[in-house]
């Protein structure tokens, strides 16, 4: 009996900021457009082996998801109702009136990781 490889799954999150305007009909810039193709793209260029699962495309809620105040990384307000999505941003909330991450909470934060 050969042995099957197991799996593997990979998730990555882009978060794309383009100055062209977005297209009327579906919303996306001319950047994302661009990019999805090109992934679209490889993954057919690897045949069988690899497949796609899933993809999303959405706007970061201004109110629930920035840029960490200390570090500048991406973050969602874990205290706020987020869409599925915004979870793949990283941990973080509102502390002190500031949107931290997970890794600019204080270490005694129940969100610190």
């Not at 900021?17 to 990019?35: I, N």
């Not at 973050?75 to 941003?89: F, I, Q």
Request: hydrophobic residues 30%; aromatic residues 6%.
């Amino acid at each position: 009996m050969t042995d099957i490889p197991s799996p593997q799954l990979i998730t990555i999150t882009f978060v794309v900021t383009d100055p062209d305007p977005e297209d009327e009909d579906s919303g996306m810039s001319p950047l994302v457009s661009k990019l999805l193709k090109e992934i679209d793209d490889l993954l057919e260029s690897n045949g069988p082996n690899v497949e796609s699962i899933s993809a999303g495309f959405g706007k970061l809620p201004t109110q629930t998801s920035d840029r960490c105040a200390k570090c500048g990384v991406w973050t969602s307000d874990r205290n706020e109702k987020l869409y599925p999505e915004y979870t793949l941003l990283n941990v973080g909330t509102t502390y002190n009136g500031k949107l931290l991450c997970d890794l600019c909470l204080p270490e005694d934060h129940l969100l610190h990781f």
